[in-house]
């Protein structure tokens, strides 16, 4: 007997897939909910069940009226009714796994930009914003994509994380040419179309899918007014000249830079990134936000934002987790 998963308000339906969580399944019938970490850390993906019942990996029973996470949750009825937001702008770019090849590496102290080269037969096509799983000598991990165009191959920021992994296998001399994997696109992080001013909020390299996103807007001429806060412990910590550069150029671009610890020598913003926003602006109901880094930043963001103004809807995040 199958077992039915109805989402609202698209009204779109599909099969649960056996023993696979209503995310696994609706992305497995083609239908991409909203998500990021898959683990049941960001919080993206928590919908409202409307009938039905739902039941996590810890054995924790949801019924109609309560939230819960998509990613975390399996159906345990014939037909199930959920609340959440599909995204049909993702349902013609698929999944897959391609070979790459290191291009180009630049090192900015703790912070390293690598570039890739992508096979010429490849069409790895994906949103602005999206992020993929990069494998290298066993290891794989996530980092979000931060140019708005395969056809210039594929570039990623990467922070140095203590005993990290990847990112010391990367550090120690990661030359061009080498060979590795990525598996993607993934996530629903992109910008969606609207006429609301934007403000992209960005701590430490969740720079990354800000710098594709706006790319993006600046290839297709928008005119949308853009404000990017970029946050950083210190003043060196800041890798890239692009966000100022965006500004100098662009009327509707403007870029603060802030920074959250003691710097002697900065004598520009300084503070939580997010509350410089709440210093300039009082009230963010006619704004959209896109923030991307540490979950504690978005989870904050979110709370203070919304309580000067700023709808729900009208915010959207990528939540960047650690991993050694």
Not at 2 to 31: D, M, Q, R, W, Y
Not at 191 to 203: C, K, Q, T, Y
Not at 222 to 243: A, H, L
Request: glycine letters at 8%; one cysteine or more; charged letters at 20%.
């Amino acid at each position: 007997m199958k077992n039915f998963i109805k989402i609202k308000p698209s009204n779109i339906e599909f099969c649960a897939v056996e023993n696979a969580t209503i995310l696994e399944s609706a992305i497995h019938a083609g239908f991409i909910l909203e998500h990021s970490c898959k683990n049941g850390t960001c919080g993206l993906c928590e919908s409202m069940l409307i009938q039905g019942e739902v039941v996590n990996r810890q054995g924790d029973l949801f019924s109609a009226g309560q939230k819960f996470l998509t990613c975390q949750c399996k159906s345990t009825c014939a037909e199930l009714i959920i609340e959440a937001e599909y995204y049909p702008e993702l349902a013609s770019i698929s999944r897959k796994t391609v070979p790459c090849k290191v291009a180009l590496v630049e090192i900015y102290n703790e912070f390293l930009i690598l570039k890739f080269r992508l096979p010429p037969t490849v069409g790895f096509n994906y949103l602005p914003g999206q992020y993929i799983n990069l494998s290298y000598q066993g290891i794989t991990r996530s980092y979000s994509i931060a140019n708005a165009n395969s056809k210039d191959g594929i570039e990623l920021h990467i922070r140095l994380v203590p005993n990290g992994a990847m990112s010391g296998l990367l550090f120690a001399g990661v030359q061009p040419d080498t060979l590795m994997r990525i598996d993607g696109p993934i996530g629903t992080f992109f910008v969606r179309e609207d006429n609301r001013p934007i403000i992209f909020l960005a701590g430490g390299t969740g720079f990354a899918p800000v710098k594709a996103m706006v790319e993006s807007l600046i290839n297709s001429n928008s005119e949308r007014e853009v404000y990017i806060y970029w946050g950083m412990s210190n003043s060196q910590e800041f890798y890239s000249k692009t966000p100022q550069e965006w500004g100098d150029k662009y009327k509707n671009i403007t870029f603060f830079p802030v920074v959250s610890g003691s710097d002697a020598e900065w004598n520009g913003r300084t503070g939580l990134v997010h509350q410089a926003v709440l210093k300039d602006l009082d009230n963010l109901s006619d704004y959209c936000v896109y923030a991307c880094g540490s979950p504690q930043m978005i989870a904050a963001a979110k709370k203070d934002f919304t309580e000067v103004g700023l709808p729900e809807k009208q915010f959207f995040s990528d939540a960047f987790t650690v991993s050694k």
